[in-house]
């Protein structure tokens, strides 16, 4: 007899784009446990210009199963890679070189993909992110 | 001679054992089990893993009496020479603060320090290593289980997790590296109920305020050392001599520098009991042996740093054969790290005679991983350790104290090269560099080869780490005396010691 594959949302998942709308996500959702994807921009084919984050994101949705009960999972675009090197200023604001950007200086992200669990030291940072047990083992250990 | 004390199953070392446990080999759950979770235990499991092996590390912190607990890591990374450092840091900003004011800086006049702010810096860096080891057992294959062990037989661990639930584990090989906790002393009325140890300090999350230290290790005055700098009112009550072990002339400076910049010293003193008072303060009476006297002061915070315990009670050593010091507690250990039960080794604080330091726990951990996994045969070398006490002017050291030298070689059969010198940067910043010192001993006759090397100052730690290289290669005086000196600094005087305390000269560096 077949068995019918249910979706069990035991987590929220929110997408959002830019500092800006994260930080809006995050406060919304204040006292639960709330892991967040970092990725680069995904562009009108849906593809990252981020090679890491296109490898690891089906690694980490492979995992989301395992997130805890009521937990959020906040999928977060960070921004476009510039298409030139130049100086600072000549940076659009919400890219991601821009050493001035947000995500940089107030979350701490040193590169993407970067999976984080909010408000703790937990993080998997780029390579990390390709790993499932790594992946499982923040899902489901305090 | 050391107190011995064994287990009934010595004679289980048998031809009849050997060839049970070689049938046996390759049924075991993992070729390394190791118990403990710190310096010694992550290191040796990682090494281990590294090189093919099957491991597991159990790691399982009990509850202080206070409450407090950790995550993976062990001591040094969760009470113990992490947050200190941190913390000692914090003190040594503050002082810089003062300073900078007269570098130029137009700083407020009352500067003010945040325990809160401090503590939860220092606790969430902490609390990003346990991740950081989490992240590397797993990624080095190295099963994590947070279990309190016990041993059960020389391949047996039985492991319970905070619920009772049991779980067998078997292993070819088994290391213990469970550390040490500070020692109340239990015979003080209200030590254990009123009072606190290293364990708890790092992680409150208010004010100790008020606080008195107990105790004359370099955990008593580290802790005392950086209370006192980050502005609260700190006692510390000595019942003999400070720094037992080190060289006392140079455990001498490094407490009159403490009692000149604020900390209050309650020398030859016995805390006799502790009390709480309806306002919730410490009421603490001590028996001052000077004067005869009872004397009675209260506090906010009455820390104990009277010495550690090796962490041993529930592991089961005499029902499996481990031999251990009567005394102390702390197993018998080879230059192998082997105990007197086969297959079952102890590294780290644990070990009877070993330095209770996490560099030698580390490297102790990997050699002898190396060893088990049949690829090295090289020991782990306990001579020449440097170490460095963090106190508010920091105490640098490796090799004898002058004292120990004396011991050995002769009051005449040694020579003492000595200066007392001021860091440049304390010039400006008008402080006082009175216990500002160094000492070299060297063996009297032949190359006056170094013995021990002395250093109290800022950075410590950096300028004697660069010297115990040379230590280790056989320095001479003469070495010394051929290495030209970086200047300005302080580690340049060190190349520039001439004055002999034989001489009697004055001592103090003058000029260029």
């Known amino acids: 007899m077949p068995v019918a594959l249910l979706n069990m949302t035991q987590y929220e998942e929110v997408k959002v784009r830019g500092y800006d709308e994260f930080c809006k996500a995050v406060s919304e959702r204040t006292g639960k446990d709330i892991f967040a994807y970092f990725s680069g921009d995904k562009d009108a084919q849906g593809v990252s210009w981020c090679p890491d984050c296109v490898k690891a994101e089906p690694v980490v949705r492979g995992e989301l199963a395992h997130l805890p009960e009521g937990s959020v999972f906040v999928y977060c675009q960070v921004g476009d890679r510039p298409y030139f090197i130049a100086n600072d200023s000549l940076f659009p604001h919400n890219s991601w070189k821009d050493p001035n950007n947000e995500f940089k200086k107030v979350l701490k992200l040193s590169g993407v993909p970067t999976l984080l669990r909010y408000g703790t030291p937990q993080k998997l940072v780029e390579e990390e992110c390709f790993k499932p047990e790594l992946v499982r083992m923040m899902f489901t250990e305090d | ?512």
């Open chain 2, 1 to 512: 001679m050391a107190a011995f004390c064994k287990g009934r199953y010595r004679f289980r070392k048998t031809v009849f054992g050997h060839i049970l446990s070689r049938n046996l080999a390759g049924k075991y759950d993992y070729d390394l089990v190791v118990v403990g979770g710190g310096s010694g235990g992550l290191a040796c499991s990682k090494e281990a893993a590294q090189l093919g092996k099957r491991v597991a590390v159990l790691d399982y912190v009990e509850p202080s009496p206070k409450g407090t607990k950790w995550g993976l890591g062990g001591t040094c990374v969760n009470v113990g020479c992490i947050p200190k450092k941190l913390m000692h840091q914090s003190a040594l900003l503050g002082g810089a603060v003062k300073d900078a004011a007269k570098y130029g800086w137009s700083i407020p006049d009352k500067v003010s320090h945040d325990w809160t702010s401090m503590s939860s810096a220092v606790q969430n860096h902490v609390k990003s290593l346990n991740w950081g080891h989490r992240v590397q057992l797993q990624d080095k294959k190295v099963k994590y289980l947070n279990l309190k062990g016990r041993l059960m037989d020389e391949h047996t661990i039985v492991g319970t997790n905070r619920a009772g639930k049991e779980t067998v584990l078997t292993a070819e090989n088994i290391v213990i590296a469970t550390g040490g906790r500070p020692k109340y002393p239990a015979h003080i009325p209200g030590a254990m109920e009123h009072g606190i140890t290293s364990d708890d300090i790092f992680w409150m999350n208010k004010s100790p305020g008020k606080t008195l230290v107990v105790g004359a290790s370099y955990v008593a005055l580290e802790c005392a050392g950086f209370l006192t700098g980050i502005g609260l009112d700190t006692t510390i009550m000595v019942r003999s001599i400070a720094l037992r072990g080190f060289d006392q002339q140079m455990a001498g400076l490094v407490t009159a520098h403490m009692a000149s910049h604020g900390t209050q010293f309650l020398w030859r003193c016995i805390p006799k009991k502790v009390e709480k008072l309806p306002s919730g303060a410490l009421q603490v009476t001590w028996a001052d042996t000077n004067s005869q006297c009872e004397e009675q002061a209260t506090f906010d915070t009455v820390l104990w740093a009277v010495g550690r315990a090796p962490e041993t009670r529930s592991l089961n050593l005499e029902g499996v054969g481990v031999a251990h010091n009567k005394d102390t507690g702390k197993i018998i250990v080879t230059e192998d790290e082997a105990t007197s039960v086969e297959h079952i080794y102890a590294i780290g604080d644990i070990g009877e005679g070993r330095p209770e330091l996490t560099p030698t726990a580390i490297k102790a951990g990997r050699l002898l991983a190396r060893r088990l996994a049949g690829i090295s045969s090289e020991l782990m070398n306990y001579h020449n350790v440097p170490t460095t006490v963090f106190t508010p002017l920091e105490y640098g050291c490796v090799g004898l104290s002058e004292e120990e030298a004396e011991r050995r070689h002769g009051k005449d059969g040694i020579e003492v090269y000595h200066a007392f010198y001021k860091p440049l940067e304390f010039t400006v910043a008008e402080r006082d560099a009175s216990q500002c010192y160094i000492k070299v001993v060297c063996k009297r006759d032949g190359d006056r080869r170094i013995l021990g090397l002395h250093f109290t100052g800022p950075s410590a730690g950096e300028v004697v780490q660069g010297f115990a290289l040379g230590f280790q290669c056989g320095a001479t005086y003469s070495d010394l005396l051929a290495t030209v000196g970086i200047h300005p600094t302080c580690a340049e005087e060190l190349t520039k010691l001439h004055i002999t305390k034989r001489s009697g000269l004055d001592a103090t560096v003058t000029g260029c």
